[in-house]
């Protein structure tokens, strides 16, 4: 049996798998294997990726009707023999030494339930932004930390392709939310926290490439909005039960909004933001205004980005 399972769920990212497919194979830990669920690609993906492994037997591909990255990630995992689970996307990649910095975090700490590492944000190729320190100096957090370096951040300190889990916990929380493809990773992430502690790495050893044209959280659809609610009401109640600041509460709904405002969905805009108006800032309010009244669209159309 390996030790780590490598889960890629695999859509439409042609352009970026010999990058992903390297940075998994100059690995210096080498006991891993690969399971890639191709989530009904139509660019050639599932080719393009089965012909840079070719004659690696560390590498499965699965391909499945396109039904979200959730399900293809938990397809992957409902077929790990591995105990330790490592997270990639197609389009992110690893440094060397990211797989051995995990399964040393995982042997030294057995109660563990999410173990990380920092990461580089990139966009194009410059670099953006370095994360790492992310709770604060300490390298163990529990649920409380988790969600004061989420406020202290403003973002959730973990990156889905810096992070790993154990089988069994995933398999406790459910995995990935099915249907959910905006923000599911953050919900598994909570819901994982709550069954025991996090250990971090703190060297970025992972590269997330921000920034991509098509993406979910660009171009978001109105399936993908509606799920992402889901979100929303498991932070409330966290917040509501005094683990999470409101101020990730908050943060959040202003989020969705503006998911909303991209998708065009003025209406539905409207009637989320008077749910609970004094969530919000003046700010929010003022893009809400001009999004109903149609002044933030017609300026979009004029600069060609409608």
């Not at 499945?64 to 023999?81: D, F, M, P, W, Y």
């Not at 990211?98 to 995982?106: P, Q």
Request: charge should be positive; proline fraction near 3%.
């Amino acid at each position: 049996m390996p030790e780590v399972s490598v889960v890629v769920p695999l859509y439409n990212k042609q352009r970026c798998i010999g990058r992903c497919v390297e940075s998994i194979r100059r690995q210096t830990f080498h006991d891993f294997e690969v399971i890639v669920v191709d989530d009904g690609s139509t660019d050639g993906s599932f080719e393009v990726f089965r012909s840079a492994v070719e004659g690696d037997a560390r590498f499965r591909l699965i391909r499945q009707t396109n039904a979200g990255v959730s399900r293809a990630r938990n397809a992957a995992i409902e077929l790990a023999n591995a105990e330790i689970v490592a997270f990639l996307d197609a389009d992110d990649e690893w440094k060397p030494e990211y797989l051995e910095a995990i399964v040393s975090l995982a042997r030294a700490n057995p109660d563990a339930v999410l173990l990380g590492t920092g990461y580089e944000i990139l966009q194009g190729c410059a670099d953006l932004h370095l994360r790492r320190d992310l709770f604060g100096g300490s390298r163990k957090a529990d649920i409380l930390g988790f969600f004061a370096a989420w406020a202290r951040l403003g973002g959730c300190p973990l990156f889905i392709g810096a992070t790993a889990a154990r089988r069994q916990d995933l398999s406790a929380i459910g995995g990935f939310e099915v249907g959910m493809n905006l923000g599911e990773e953050l919900l598994a992430f909570i819901r994982l926290s709550e069954r025991g502690p996090i250990v971090f790495d703190d060297r970025p050893l992972a590269v997330y490439h921000l920034g991509r044209e098509g993406t979910l959280a660009t171009s978001p659809s109105r399936s993908a909005i509606r799920a992402h609610e889901k979100l929303l009401i498991e932070l409330r109640r966290q917040t509501t039960s005094g683990r999470c600041p409101g101020s990730v509460y908050r943060r959040w709904m202003a989020i969705h909004a503006g998911y909303l405002m991209r998708a065009g969905q003025r209406s539905e805009l409207l009637r989320f933001m008077l749910q609970a108006p004094g969530q919000f800032e003046s700010r929010v309010w003022i893009a809400t205004i001009l999004e109903v009244m149609g002044v933030r669209y017609a300026l979009r159309k004029f600069l060609g980005r409608a």
